[in-house]
Structures are given as structure tokens and as C-alpha cells.
């Protein structure tokens, strides 16, 4: 067990703490101002954006090192799709975000996870894309900004959290159009 692979296994750990915090832990509200939010919020934010940096520095250290294994390519994706989905559901749980973008998010990774599979047994590696990328940027602020409760944009009456929703979900069909379309072969060849 390499220390690219460890960090993804605390990624995945990390889930169910984020998870616990969102929906069955209460640790009280933090007032600021006319703002309140709760300590769980805070803190499972603060755990979430700590888990998803770790999304590149693991990969990092394997191609730095050249420690990348099978274990760590099946490991981290799926530590990406766990911990934006579990807390994706979360956030629908308590009512911070539509149901229709929660499943167009989750139907997108299982899509592009099941092309992903299609591949390998092709033989083929498919790597992520720049929109894929993008995609996941734009949901790690969007899920960022509705753990806040939209803070600090909503002491402007600006709803950036809705905003990030919808472009969220744009990109994410966007760029799960663009990774069958740029590899339809793969769907030709089974």
C-alpha cells in the first residue's frame, strides 16, 4: 500500500464522517450577523474541501513517484464519485439542492463509469477530459457554496449557490455528451 493509495483510502473514509455531519450530528448554530449556519456545516465543509484536494495530490504523488497501480486507478475514481455523490444526497436530504441536479449528476457518473468498464475490457484506458475536469471544478464549488448556505453571497441577496446548480448541471451533460461522443469507437467495438 503506497502513500498515493493511502491518501485515497482516507478520502473514502472521509465520506461517511461528512455524511454523519450533514444529517445526524448537531453541534449548534454559528451566527454571523443575520446569518446562520450550523457548526456541522462548517465543519463538514471543511472535511469535504480537504477530501476533494486530495483528489489531485494523490494522483500527483503516484506519477511523481511512479507508484501508479491498478488498486490506486480503481480506487480513485471511485473515491471522487462516493464523495460527491454521498454528499450530493446529503444536501438533498436537507433540502439545499434540486432533486433533477442530484440525478443528473449521479446518471452522468454511472454512465461515464460503465463506458470507463466497456474500455477496459477493450483493453483501453480512457482518461478524463478537459470538460470532465471543468465538470468537476464547477461541482466542488457547487457543493462548497450549498454546504455555506451560500455564504458569504447571500449578505448580497446574490444566489451564487443557484447559479452553480444550474451550470453545475449544464457542464456535467455537457461533458458527459462529449466523453461518448469522443469515444463512441469504444461502444462500436463491444
Given at each position: 500500500?503506497?502513500?498515493?493509495?493511502?491518501?485515497?483510502?482516507?478520502?473514502?473514509?472521509?465520506?461517511p464522517?461528512?455524511?454523519?455531519?450533514?444529517?445526524?450530528?448537531?453541534?449548534?448554530?454559528?451566527?454571523?450577523?443575520?446569518?446562520?449556519?450550523?457548526?456541522?456545516?462548517?465543519?463538514?465543509?471543511?472535511?469535504?474541501?480537504?477530501?476533494?484536494s486530495?483528489?489531485?495530490?494523490?494522483?500527483?504523488?503516484?506519477?511523481?513517484?511512479?507508484?501508479?497501480?491498478?488498486?490506486?486507478?480503481?480506487?480513485?475514481?471511485?473515491?471522487?464519485?462516493?464523495?460527491?455523490?454521498?454528499?450530493?444526497?446529503?444536501?438533498?436530504?436537507?433540502?439545499?439542492?434540486?432533486?433533477?441536479?442530484?440525478?443528473?449528476?449521479?446518471?452522468?457518473?454511472?454512465?461515464?463509469?460503465?463506458?470507463?468498464?466497456?474500455?477496459?475490457?477493450?483493453?483501453?484506458?480512457?482518461?478524463?477530459?478537459?470538460?470532465?475536469k471543468?465538470?468537476?471544478?464547477?461541482?466542488?464549488?457547487?457543493?462548497?457554496?450549498?454546504?455555506?448556505?451560500?455564504?458569504?453571497?447571500?449578505?448580497?441577496?446574490?444566489?451564487?449557490?443557484?447559479?452553480?446548480?444550474?451550470?453545475?448541471?449544464?457542464?456535467?451533460?455537457?461533458?458527459g455528451?462529449?466523453?461518448?461522443?469522443?469515444?463512441?469507437?469504444?461502444?462500436?467495438?463491444?
Amino acid at each position: 500500500m503506497n502513500l498515493a493509495n493511502r491518501i485515497t483510502i482516507v478520502r473514502i473514509v472521509l465520506v461517511p464522517i461528512i455524511v454523519l455531519l450533514l444529517i445526524n450530528v448537531d453541534l449548534g448554530p454559528l451566527v454571523i450577523s443575520d446569518f446562520t449556519i450550523t457548526w456541522n456545516q462548517v465543519v463538514a465543509t471543511v472535511i469535504f474541501i480537504i477530501a476533494a484536494s486530495t483528489d489531485g495530490l494523490d494522483g500527483y504523488i503516484a506519477r511523481k513517484r511512479k507508484i501508479v497501480t491498478n488498486l490506486g486507478k480503481l480506487l480513485d475514481p471511485l473515491a471522487d464519485k462516493l464523495l460527491v455523490a454521498a454528499v450530493l444526497i446529503s444536501l438533498l436530504q436537507m433540502d439545499r439542492i434540486d432533486a433533477w441536479i442530484v440525478i443528473v449528476i449521479i446518471s452522468r457518473e454511472f454512465a461515464v463509469t460503465g463506458l470507463r468498464q466497456i474500455a477496459l475490457l477493450e483493453g483501453v484506458v480512457l482518461a478524463a477530459s478537459k470538460w470532465g475536469k471543468w465538470k468537476t471544478a464547477v461541482q466542488i464549488t457547487m457543493i462548497i457554496a450549498l454546504l455555506l448556505n451560500n455564504f458569504p453571497f447571500a449578505f448580497l441577496d446574490f444566489r451564487f449557490d443557484l447559479i452553480a446548480s444550474w451550470v453545475a448541471a449544464l457542464i456535467t451533460v455537457y461533458s458527459g455528451i462529449d466523453y461518448f461522443l469522443k469515444n463512441k469507437d469504444i461502444i462500436q467495438l463491444s
